[in-house]
């Protein structure tokens, strides 16, 4: 039986970075992943391939939608649907080798195959031929993720009633797509076939788009995609899906009650969120239990069994990518002795449509229910010298500042390219800086970032430039 100090669980950007930031403190160290390329949800299935067809996309409706001939180029794009998923491929294969060649680099095995504890300190893999590997570690840490939450009466078949992963390979482009749940995913991959040609209903139970979002933010965004001929139906849930091979029959009623109707579309995409990846883990092997939601619960990333660890979206907090970094990094320190620890306030979340949006601490909805007195600073993008160069302006810029002290509590932030801006809050936040702090910083010009600075002047009605 090998023996490490950190069996990690799962290889998505929990387990490869909490293998990689072992392999550097010099601890042994394996990486069980039972797909056949490392990365997890992230590389595979998630984050990059989403953002390949977002950026493909974009450039295609530019070309294609008037804007490219507005800017003085006259050009005839043509659609190559399999080109676009080859290069998306692609680009996917060089990310998921390049985590490879980190491990290499950093002295990590990687052990193909499903993991199951096998009681404290031990882990079997299960390969693909069915063999068994025993291992044997000091720490095990949990990073296996999170799936698609399935919809009662919905059955996905990925060939007509399809996920988030369906959704990034689609062989056509639908005359019609239905999507299910206006959250991250359905507006993202929304966005994707609305850009190539795609008719887009969203249907949300909510009556609003994103919740947990900054509400004025979200609003925004909803009517700019609205603007772009996404169509949202909110309040309404579906109540019955028939497939057949040519497209889907969609039953739907209000929210609230009412009457129903039947929509018709080639294509559903189910996104109405994701749940805890735990299936084959064998908890009962060391006295772990899940909660109702399927979750295995954390202090500090600490099970409640000693010297097993969970990471990532299979435990609490916001299930996403650099959250699940950041506790990788976190874990492994605190397994090395060192003292670490992750900001839940401080992590930023971004919708990577267009416009996008980004924010980092809290919305003015929170701090009401907290009954803390604050200040909001605004900038819209049609006063940004360069959001008005490109053509870009819609959106703002949106500054909190606590009342009495200053301090910014959060940002929110609608418009072109935010999710590259949104970093510049973080950094600041993280060291308590004020809303004058940012204004008396010298932002470069003629960048989108200045709207931030003038947002941040306007907490205290000092914008210059409206
Ligand atoms: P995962 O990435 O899910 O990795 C878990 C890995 O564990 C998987 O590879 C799985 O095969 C493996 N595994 C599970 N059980 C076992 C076992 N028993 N043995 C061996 N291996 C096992 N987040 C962002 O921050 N930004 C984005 O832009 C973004 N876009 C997304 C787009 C889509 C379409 C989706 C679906 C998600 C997106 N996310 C995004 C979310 C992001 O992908 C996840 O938050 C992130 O991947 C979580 O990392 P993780 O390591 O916890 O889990
Ligand atoms: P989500 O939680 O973002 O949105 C789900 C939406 O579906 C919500 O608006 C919810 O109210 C709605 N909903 C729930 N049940 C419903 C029902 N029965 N009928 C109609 N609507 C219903 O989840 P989503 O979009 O599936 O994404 C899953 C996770 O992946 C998210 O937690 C997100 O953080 C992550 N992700 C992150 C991305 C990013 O950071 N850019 C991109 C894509 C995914």
Not at 51 to 77: D, M, Q, R, T
Not at 120 to 143: N, R
Not at 329 to 354: D, S
Request: with cysteine; aromatic share 4%.
């Amino acid at each position: 039986m090998k023996s490490y100090d950190v069996v990690i669980i799962g290889g998505g950007p929990g387990g490869y970075n909490a293998a990689i930031r072992a392999g550097q403190l010099g601890l042994s160290v394996a990486c069980v992943e039972g797909r056949s390329t490392l990365g997890g949800t992230c590389l595979n299935v998630g984050c990059m391939p989403s953002k390949a067809l977002l950026h493909a996309s974009e450039l295609y409706e530019a070309a294609s939608g008037g804007e490219f001939a507005h800017l003085g180029i006259e050009v005839k794009p043509n659609l190559n649907l399999g080109q676009m998923m080859k290069q998306k491929d692609e680009s996917v294969t060089g990310l998921t080798k390049g985590i490879e060649y980190l491990f290499r680099k950093n002295k990590v095995d990687w052990i193909k195959g499903w993991g199951r504890l096998d009681g404290i300190g031990k882990v079997v893999v299960k390969a693909e031929d069915g063999s068994e590997t025993a291992l044997q570690a000091k720490d095990i840490v949990i990073a296996t993720g999170s799936e698609p939450t399935p919809l009662p009466g919905v059955t996905i078949d990925n060939q007509r009633i399809i996920d988030s992963t369906g959704a990034l390979s689609l062989p056509q482009v639908p005359k019609h797509l239905i999507v299910i749940g206006a959250g991250v995913i359905g507006l993202e991959l929304g966005s994707v076939w609305r850009r190539l040609g795609s008719q887009v209903t969203v249907i949300e139970y909510l009556d609003r788009i994103c919740p947990g979002t900054d509400e004025e933010t979200a609003k925004t965004l909803q009517k700019a995609l609205a603007k772009q001929g996404m169509v949202f139906k909110l309040g309404s849930k579906v109540t019955q899906a028939n497939a057949s091979a040519e497209g889907v029959s969609l039953t739907l009623e209000p929210a609230a009650g009412g009457n129903a109707e039947t929509l018709q579309a080639d294509y559903v995409l189910v996104a109405i969120g994701r749940r805890p990846y735990t299936q084959g883990l064998n908890l009962e092997s060391v006295g772990l239990a899940t909660d109702q939601r399927g979750m295995l619960g954390n202090d500090n990333h600490r099970t409640s069994v000693p010297g097993i660890w969970v990471i990532g979206d299979v435990t609490s907090g916001p299930m996403l990518a650099h959250k699940a970094e950041d506790e990788a990094v976190a874990c492994i320190e605190r397994i090395a002795g060192k003292p670490h620890e992750v900001n839940y306030n401080l992590i930023p979340g971004v919708i990577y449509t267009r416009p996008e949006l980004a924010s980092v601490g809290k919305t003015e909805e929170q701090l009401k229910a907290e009954g803390r007195a604050y200040k909001v600073g605004k900038f819209p993008f049609t006063a940004n010298s360069r959001a008005k160069i490109n053509h870009e302006t819609e959106g703002f810029a949106k500054v909190i500042a606590d009342a009495q002290t200053d301090e910014v509590l959060g940002v929110h932030l609608v418009g072109p390219s935010v999710s590259e801006m949104i970093g510049e809050f973080c950094v600041a936040m993280e060291f308590s800086a004020s809303a004058e702090d940012i204004a008396l910083t010298c932002h470069p010009h003629p960048t989108r970032s200045e709207a931030l600075r003038q947002a941040a002047m306007n907490v205290d009605g000092m914008a210059m430039q409206i």
